[in-house]
């Protein structure tokens, strides 16, 4: 096992309808707070921090979170990930979540930042059971240098590997590699800065639902480009370009807004992060 | 002249039964928007296309399973040929990858002699498989002893040929045009195989961001002459 920069260990289960924290470790450069219970819901929302404020050359993160059967929770971040510069071994970070029958997991991490020369790959592996759900999103942005100049990062990569009773069900692998390649270019951002994913994985998902999101996401206000499509397994991707953060947060969050009501009947929270 | 070649070079025809002439991958949502209108921009596209998805996808799947088949390792195979289809976020892309590759397999399977074909049949058959031209390809390659490199080389050329000829019907451009991008493909395709030589297993599936988009937004184009 290599020595983490940062590591968590995260295990929540359902007691009594509601779902609390079984086990919780973390060490180094990670950190977690107590869960918040929003609006007196059952289901906690837990922040992570990187108390070091950022990632660093050669750094390793490793997370891990399990929700036990019906267990339903919110994980997100404190703050975006900023990945400073990388001049000899990329940051890695890699997220493992275990997902029980039943179970629901909201993993929103902010947006991630890179600073010129910075390397980054990042892997989320989700083990579900059947009957698990998982809605996960992420925006990367075109990052940060000294001259304003947009994509002075050197690569990004992520990966998420999406197993249904030891299946592999969904692969998802994007990018962005500015050091090589023209972002500009057709096929590439084609002149949008921020990229932003929405994935969901769970058998409550059909056509009627997508019809749904792409109703709503066609009535968006701004300059953006949108798709969305059905996995190989009950789910579906949604991609958006754009050239801000707020605007594929707003169409994330109305997306978001639309499955809580169909599969809960309630809004989803407000994450109250400053 | 080595028959094996000419065997090859069947599955390579653009009359070749597979599909082909009714899959754009993205490329017709890009003609809708105007983006690709005349050959210059048509030759952007297909450039992207070749170096960030098929050398990506297929290419590095392909090189893969040769080894594998070397190795005599099927595991590897099936594993490939799950991993093709599931990274494939656009379902008509998918779906339509999956029906080529069902279509060149039954083809191939009735030509020669292999019994790993037939197994590969089989496999989809039993739903046990989905079906990827890249593997089908491969297999038939490395059946007809030719080399690792110049399997892939024809599959990517097969690649670049009918998606130019699909180009020439729905942009359109002249056929002579046409033509003449197949030609000064040919540097390119050489770079795309010096690439997958030399990226790793983790590089597999790694995808830009427009040309998955346009694949993704095909689902919702009206007025459409291609399934995907």
Same mark, same amino acid.
């Given at each position: 096992?290599?020595?983490?920069?940062?590591?968590?260990?995260?295990?929540?289960?359902?007691?009594?309808?509601?779902?609390?924290?079984?086990?919780?470790?973390?060490?180094?450069?990670?950190?977690?707070?107590?869960?918040?219970?929003?609006?007196?819901?059952?289901?906690?929302?837990?922040?992570?921090?990187?108390?070091?404020?950022?990632?660093?050359?050669?750094?390793?993160?490793?997370?891990?979170?399990?929700?036990? +059967?019906?267990?339903?929770?919110?994980?997100?971040? @404190?703050?975006?990930?900023?990945?400073?510069?990388?001049?000899?071994?990329?940051?890695?970070?890699?997220?493992?979540?275990?997902?029980?029958?039943?179970?629901?997991?909201?993993?929103?991490?902010?947006?991630?930042?890179?600073?010129?020369?910075?390397?980054?790959?990042?892997?989320?592996?989700?083990?579900?059971?059947?009957?698990?759900?998982?809605?996960?999103?992420?925006?990367?942005?075109?990052?940060?240098? $000294?001259?304003?100049?947009?994509? =002075?990062?050197?690569?990004?990569?992520?990966?998420?590997?999406?197993?249904?009773?030891?299946?592999?069900?969904?692969?998802?692998?994007?990018?962005?590699?500015?050091?090589?390649?023209?972002?500009?270019?057709?096929?590439?951002?084609?002149?949008?800065?921020?990229?932003?994913?929405?994935?969901?994985?769970?058998?409550?998902?059909?056509?009627?639902?997508?019809?749904?999101?792409?109703?709503?996401?066609?009535?968006?206000?701004?300059?953006?480009?949108?798709?969305? =499509?059905?996995?190989?397994?009950?789910?579906?991707?949604?991609?958006?370009?754009?050239?801000?953060?707020?605007?594929?947060?707003?169409?994330?969050?109305?997306?978001?807004?639309?499955?809580?009501?169909?599969?809960?009947?309630?809004?989803?929270?407000?994450?109250?992060?400053? | 002249?080595?028959?094996?070649?000419? =065997?090859?070079?069947?599955?390579?025809?653009?009359?070749? $039964?597979?599909?082909?002439? =009714?899959?754009?991958?993205?490329?017709?949502?890009?003609?809708?928007?105007?983006?690709?209108?005349?050959?210059?921009?048509?030759?952007?596209?297909?450039?992207?296309?070749?170096?960030?998805?098929?050398?990506?996808?297929?290419?590095?799947?392909?090189?893969?399973?040769?080894?594998?088949?070397?190795? @005599?390792?099927?595991?590897?195979?099936?594993?490939?040929?799950?991993?093709?289809?599931?990274?494939?976020?656009?379902?008509?892309?998918?779906?339509?990858?999956?029906?080529?590759?069902?279509?060149?397999?039954?083809?191939?399977?009735?030509?020669?002699?292999?019994?790993?074909?037939?197994?590969?049949?089989?496999?989809?058959?039993?739903?046990?498989?989905?079906?990827?031209?890249?593997?089908?390809?491969?297999?038939?390659?490395?059946?007809?002893?030719?080399?690792?490199?110049?399997?892939?080389?024809?599959?990517?050329?097969?690649?670049?040929?009918?998606?130019?000829?699909?180009?020439?019907?729905?942009?359109?451009?002249?056929?002579?045009?046409?033509?003449?991008?197949?030609?000064?493909? @040919?540097?390119?395709?050489?770079?795309?195989?010096?690439?997958?030589?030399?990226?790793?297993?983790?590089?597999?599936?790694?995808?830009?961001?427009?040309?998955?988009?346009?694949?993704?937004?095909? +689902?919702?184009?009206?007025?459409?002459?291609?399934?995907?």
């Amino acid at each position: 096992m290599p020595d983490w920069t940062g590591i968590l260990e995260l295990d929540a289960e359902e007691r009594q309808g509601k779902t609390v924290t079984k086990n919780l470790y973390f060490q180094g450069a990670f950190k977690i707070m107590r869960p918040v219970y929003h609006q007196n819901s059952n289901q906690p929302c837990y922040y992570i921090l990187n108390p070091g404020g950022g990632y660093l050359d050669g750094d390793t993160y490793r997370m891990s979170v399990t929700l036990g +059967e019906k267990a339903k929770a919110t994980v997100t971040t @404190q703050s975006s990930t900023k990945i400073y510069k990388t001049p000899n071994t990329q940051a890695y970070q890699e997220t493992e979540l275990f997902l029980k029958k039943g179970s629901y997991l909201e993993y929103l991490p902010d947006p991630l930042i890179a600073y010129k020369d910075a390397r980054y790959l990042q892997r989320n592996i989700v083990h579900m059971e059947k009957g698990a759900a998982l809605l996960y999103t992420d925006i990367l942005t075109p990052g940060w240098s $000294p001259e304003g100049e947009h994509f =002075s990062y050197d690569s990004l990569r992520l990966i998420n590997e999406i197993y249904l009773d030891e299946e592999l069900v969904a692969f998802d692998h994007i990018k962005l590699n500015p050091n090589e390649q023209d972002m500009d270019r057709v096929g590439m951002m084609e002149g949008y800065t921020h990229l932003g994913s929405f994935m969901v994985v769970s058998e409550k998902v059909d056509s009627q639902l997508l019809d749904l999101l792409y109703e709503r996401i066609q009535k968006e206000a701004g300059d953006f480009k949108a798709g969305l =499509s059905e996995l190989a397994t009950p789910g579906f991707t949604i991609r958006v370009l754009a050239n801000s953060t707020q605007v594929i947060e707003r169409i994330f969050k109305e997306c978001h807004h639309i499955i809580s009501l169909e599969w809960f009947q309630k809004e989803p929270s407000f994450l109250r992060k400053y | 002249m080595d028959n094996n070649v000419l =065997s090859l070079f069947q599955l390579c025809d653009s009359n070749f $039964p597979n599909g082909a002439f =009714s899959h754009s991958f993205g490329l017709e949502s890009y003609i809708q928007a105007d983006r690709v209108h005349n050959p210059e921009t048509f030759a952007d596209w297909l450039e992207i296309y070749l170096m960030e998805q098929l050398v990506y996808v297929d290419g590095l799947a392909a090189r893969i399973v040769y080894d594998a088949l070397n190795d @005599q390792n099927l595991d590897e195979i099936w594993k490939m040929d799950r991993l093709l289809t599931v990274q494939n976020t656009a379902r008509e892309t998918r779906e339509g990858t999956q029906q080529m590759g069902k279509h060149m397999l039954k083809i191939a399977d009735s030509i020669f002699d292999s019994p790993l074909l037939s197994l590969y049949k089989n496999r989809i058959y039993q739903k046990e498989a989905f079906g990827h031209s890249a593997i089908v390809f491969t297999m038939t390659g490395h059946y007809l002893n030719i080399p690792k490199q110049t399997t892939i080389l024809y599959y990517l050329y097969s690649s670049i040929v009918s998606l130019v000829q699909n180009a020439v019907r729905a942009i359109p451009i002249g056929q002579t045009a046409g033509q003449k991008i197949i030609y000064s493909f @040919q540097a390119k395709l050489e770079a795309a195989i010096n690439k997958i030589e030399q990226l790793d297993e983790i590089d597999f599936g790694a995808i830009s961001p427009g040309i998955e988009l346009s694949q993704m937004q095909h +689902e919702r184009v009206n007025v459409r002459i291609f399934m995907s």
